[in-house]
């Protein structure tokens, strides 16, 4: 078993779902993005860029996706915490997964990456 997918299956339900619907989705957005492990987590390229990045949050325990260039897209349910270039956006595992603002957060980073 490689280590993204041993990343997606130790996570407990409703997590590991979320998690799974996430990667799937993101791969699904446009045939130039790629999945890699790298940092000890699934990292999602845009050709040969960093895009995106799926974890768990330490202290709420909500998945979440992580944007690369986080600190240029704009969009109000980004949080930027402490970190100086990268957001995030928190999903909540026991809702239906917005994939309205997934899609505009995605479009919005493909589009920064490819200039």
């Known amino acids: 078993m490689s280590p993204v997918d041993h990343y997606f299956l130790k996570h407990a339900e ?3 779902s979320c998690l799974q619907f ?6 699904k957005q446009n045939k130039s993005i790629r999945e890699v492990w790298q940092y000890g987590m699934p ?15 330490r202290k709420t325990g ?6 690369v260039e986080g600190s240029r897209v704009h969009h109000p349910d980004l949080i930027q915490e402490k970190r100086a270039r ?11 997964i917005p994939l309205r603002k997934v899609n505009d957060i995605l ?3 493909i589009a920064l990456t490819r200039q």
């Open 14 to 16: 409703p997590i590991r």
């Open 62 to 67: 909500q998945p979440y996706l992580g944007i």
């Open 86 to 96: 990268m957001k995030i956006l928190l999903i909540d595992p026991l809702k239906d």
């Open 107 to 109: 479009n919005q980073a």
């Open 43 to 57: 990292f999602y390229y845009y050709g040969d860029k960093r895009l995106c990045y799926l974890w768990v949050h």
């Open 22 to 27: 996430l990667r799937e989705h993101i791969l």
